[in-house]
């Protein structure tokens, strides 16, 4: 089935964004009381994870125990990087939990259901689900923020603003990376692979890219504008650099939305019989 003259394709593109905001807020809401419907299975993988992303501490404060600096970088610095990427990837997880499942649905004909749907496809299939342990990642990233910077309203204040651009802008990237099943066929080897380089790559510091992967990182890999960009914004604040940085968040966004939108053409029913409530 081609979608690309679908009427009700139209009716979805120009639906308002107050009935898209509270279908959002809505499977937020459910996709919660889902999680919480089972609650001790909820705390344990929400701590389990915590536990988890914590033993790196262990591992950074031996480093600079023995090597006070890498580069620019001490332990605060780095304890930054980390406390962002955890919070941020918890956060697009939350919100979005099917990033990660968008190639295998594309291939198993199972955005039938979405597209019969008087909702915007994309913002309803990437948000109708959610990760239970990303909960566990988005605790942990505002606890380390908290306990090594403390509560200064203004400092976590843009934490969070942080947090929310970078959750878009690391969820953008993976949701493109899934995206390209429409075009070259099965795209998850190549979707693992650069969710693998996003987390990688923003969890060191920067001093140590040297050449064209620095290039890769403001670029393909925009590992630069989830985590250094934000680091060089909190130790000397600039509007001109946090308006480069939300517009740069904004431009991955839009070009995802247009990639998806694009390749959506090429989508071709798998005849599956599916109800959705």
Not at 127 to 151: H, Q
Not at 203 to 223: D, F, K, T
Not at 236 to 260: K, M, N, R, T
Request: aromatic share 16%; glycine share 10%.
């Amino acid at each position: 089935m081609s979608t690309a003259d679908n009427p009700k394709e139209k009716e979805h593109g120009s639906a308002s964004l107050g009935k898209h905001l509270q279908l959002f807020g809505a499977y937020l809401r459910f996709n919660l009381a889902a999680a919480m419907e089972y609650r001790g299975s909820f705390l344990l993988q929400v701590f389990g994870m915590i536990v988890n992303n914590a033993a790196f501490i262990i591992f950074w404060a031996a480093l600079f125990s023995k090597v006070p600096r890498i580069g620019n970088y001490g332990f605060r610095e780095v304890m930054f990087l980390w406390a962002l990427v955890s919070a941020s990837f918890g956060l697009a997880h939350i919100c979005f939990g099917n990033i990660g499942q968008v190639s295998r649905m594309i291939l198993q004909g199972e955005l039938d259901t979405y597209l019969l749907q008087p909702k915007d496809v994309c913002l309803n299939l990437i948000a109708s689900r959610s990760i239970v342990s990303a909960w566990g990642d988005l605790a942990y990233g505002i606890l380390l923020f908290v306990t090594v910077f403390g509560f200064e309203p203004l400092r976590l204040g843009l934490f969070f603003a942080f947090t929310v651009g970078s959750g878009l802008l690391m969820g953008s990237v993976i949701f493109s990376a899934q995206v390209l099943t429409f075009f070259v066929g099965n795209s998850s080897a190549i979707s693992r692979l650069v969710t693998e380089f996003v987390i990688s790559f923003t969890l060191y510091p920067e001093c140590i890219y040297r050449g064209p992967v620095r290039w890769v990182l403001y670029s393909l890999i925009p590992a630069g504008f989830i985590v250094f960009v934000p680091l060089r914004i909190m130790q000397a604040f600039s509007w001109p650099a946090l308006g480069l940085l939300v517009g740069v968040d904004l431009a991955y966004v839009c070009l995802s939305y247009w990639l998806f939108r694009i390749g959506l053409r090429r989508y071709e029913s798998g005849n599956l019989i599916g109800t959705r409530m």
